[in-house]
């Protein structure tokens, strides 16, 4: 185990140095000169333009710009948004909390909702019920997230005016505020994720259903609900720890699309404004830090899923 | 974005006896027992054929303004309502499937091509070439796909063909990975190993034993994939950064309509629900497809 837990370590330097390489090309590969950006369209002075150059290092040759950008990045130092003039830290860092409060709200709500969904598809007897179950997840799997979002709000804060639309207080300040205005939003993020993973916890115990143990439980003379939730359960949740991992990642994606319907202050939101207002440090630094967070929730996920199950542990 | 949370492990080839060789063709035979597969057949027929149709069907000029119409309810005039600018909303979704779908095909078919050349490929030649190709492969899936859509977006610019080569590169993983499987396993076969023997050429090889095992699950991944690819151009075009005005997108159809949810809720909810409709028949025949793929996702009711 010790030994796997090195290897996936290690594994992430290639990843995050050729992530890092694409974060980097990318503002060599957006069209147009970052300098004119900055100073304007209108300023064509050649003798600013070049000022502006030098200052952003963009005269030296390319890999010693990724060498002081790394550097750079690896010791905290974001740049500044070419908008604002404010250190894109300090602006990740305000965004960042709202985002991360979304995903791990919408995983929370998934999980109350796909265990409980998946379990009764999984264990039933009956077929209508089975079959009822499965065409629900699919139709959750066929939803567009922005569009469960126009949808909710229309539903809830328009015309049944039980959620507050786009208040977002801090979580500390005023924790129940806080947990009903992203209620939505995150029921929205939790949908098709949810659908997802009730799928997944639906084959799992499909699967563990013949095995001998499940069986052996039963001639014990254990009762139906003790069979599933300690023998089945137990044993067909382990893949689906995988699978919300997955999911984790994903909704670092979707909550671009979900903080736009709700005009949540998040990352993603800060990203998509950076590309309409070509403020490319700050989009580039949002692409950088969304990855990373990625790459590093897939890993965990990957390691809790070793600890959980003894087969590859002890492998 | 669910789309690539089926992937598919790498089969261990010593294992390989079980491997269900199911062509397309008898597969589509066996999928006309299903009743998921027939709804979900019949629905797709439909969406594709009001697409094709959309210039006789549509009641009015995808553009054609009506100043005086703004925001109509759905009647017998418009029969899905007008939106802000009073255009109709049947005729735009109509022309919007038209846009939906085909960036869809061309999405996916750009990722089948390049995605199973590479899993073939790396999977027949194993080695370092296997090696290089996957790993890539890990590197490529180890973005956010949505993040990985838009940065594709800013550096191209955006627009159609943008957006079926965004939703392609995302996607060539997950064809890559479905390609390498089955190569893995075919390639143990006597039968390759005697084609080898006999001095047949690699290409002929691939051609004549290993594509017609792959194929199948190449054919149902794309099925899955081109549902998710449906909700992708849509939340692409919502964002802003997908398809561009004037041509009609669900999702930039969603995004325009929610500004005006008090006003009238309908250029909003009829785009929203014709994706989902869409989303659906390539979900139903999807799902259908897998379990005659994999038998055990079936329930048995016979011991219950």
């Known amino acids: 185990m010790q030994r796997y837990v090195a290897q996936r370590l290690l594994l992430l330097i290639p990843v995050l140095f050729v992530i890092s390489v694409v974060v980097f090309s990318l503002m060599h590969l957006i069209p147009g000169d970052p300098a004119q950006v900055i100073l304007g369209f209108e300023n064509t002075d050649p003798a600013q333009l070049a000022a502006v150059r030098r200052d952003l290092g963009l005269d030296r040759p390319v890999y010693v710009q990724y060498g002081r ?3 750079r990045v690896l010791s905290g130092n974001l740049g500044t948004s070419v908008r604002t003039g404010r250190p894109i830290g300090a602006l990740i860092l305000e965004a960042l909390p709202f985002t991360l409060e979304l995903a ?9 909702i796909a265990v409980p969904v998946g379990t009764l598809a999984g264990t039933t007897s009956s077929r209508l019920a089975d079959g009822t179950m499965q065409t629900l997840t699919l139709l959750g799997l066929s939803l567009p997230a922005f569009w469960v979002g126009a949808m909710f709000i229309l539903l809830f804060s328009v015309h ?3 959620f507050p639309v786009l208040t977002f207080p801090a979580l500390l300040d005023a924790p129940l505020a806080n947990l009903r205005g992203f209620f939505l939003p995150a029921l929205t993020l939790a949908v098709p994720n949810a659908a997802a993973i009730a799928r997944m916890v639906r084959a799992s115990l499909v699967s563990v259903r013949r095995e001998e143990y499940v069986k052996v439980a039963r001639a014990k003379g254990l009762s139906e609900s003790l069979v599933v939730r300690r023998h089945m359960l137990k044993n067909a949740l382990i893949p689906v720890v995988t699978l919300i991992g997955i999911v984790a990642g994903y909704l670092l994606g979707g909550s671009i699309v979900v903080e736009q319907v709700f005009a949540i202050p998040g990352v993603g939101r800060m990203g998509l404004q950076a590309i309409v207002q070509r403020d490319y440090p700050v989009l580039q630094a949002v692409v950088l830090i969304v990855t990373a967070l990625f790459v590093l929730v897939n890993l965990l996920v990957d390691l809790i899923y070793v600890f959980l199950d003894p087969r590859i542990r002890y492998a | 974005m669910s789309s690539s949370i089926q992937e598919s492990d790498t089969p261990d080839p010593k ?3 079980e491997l269900a060789v199911i062509r397309p063709r008898s597969l589509t035979r066996i999928a006309l027992r299903s009743p998921k597969a027939v709804v979900g057949m019949i629905v797709l027929l439909l969406v594709a054929g009001v697409a094709v149709l959309a210039p006789l069907l549509a009641t009015y000029p995808a553009t054609e303004m009506h100043a005086i119409d703004r925001f109509a309810p759905p009647g017998t005039t418009y029969l899905l309502g007008t939106d802000f600018f009073g255009r109709d909303l049947f005729s735009r979704i109509l022309y919007g499937y038209r846009t939906s779908l085909l960036v869809a095909v061309l999405s996916v078919a750009f990722a089948l091509v390049i995605g199973s050349v590479f899993g073939v490929v790396a999977g027949y030649t ?18 956010p796909v949505l993040l990985l859509a838009i940065t594709v977006v800013v550096i191209l610019g955006a627009g159609l063909f943008t957006t079926v080569l965004a939703i392609g590169i995302v996607y060539v993983p ?25 001095g047949l050429r690699s290409f002929r090889i691939i051609r004549r034993h290993i594509l017609p095992n792959v194929s199948t699950p190449i054919f149902v991944q794309a099925t899955i994939n081109l549902a998710t690819a449906i909700l992708f151009e849509s939340a692409l075009s919502f964002l802003g950064l997908g398809t561009q005005p004037p041509y009609p997108s669900l999702g930039l159809m969603v995004s325009e309509g929610r500004n005006y949810l008090e006003l009238s ?9 014709a994706i989902v409709l869409a989303v659906l028949g390539f979900n139903l025949v999807g799902d259908a497809l897998q379990e005659i793929l994999d038998p055990r996702l079936r329930q048995t009711w016979s011991a219950a």
């Open chain 1, 69 to 71: 950008w790394l550097g």
């Open chain 1, 104 to 112: 791990i709200y919408a995983v929370v709500l998934a999980i109350l």
């Open chain 1, 160 to 162: 049944l005016r039980w």
């Open chain 2, 15 to 17: 294992r390989a006896p």
């Open chain 2, 126 to 143: 194993g080695g370092a070439v296997d090696s290089a190709v996957m790993r890539t492969m890990d590197i490529l899936f180890a973005f």
């Open chain 2, 174 to 198: 997950i064809f890559a990975r479905t390609a390498r499987g089955p190569t893995l396993v075919v390639r143990e076969h006597a039968y390759v190993e005697a084609a080898k023997a006999i």
């Open chain 2, 265 to 273: 809720p309908w250029p909003a909810v009829f785009p929203g629900l």
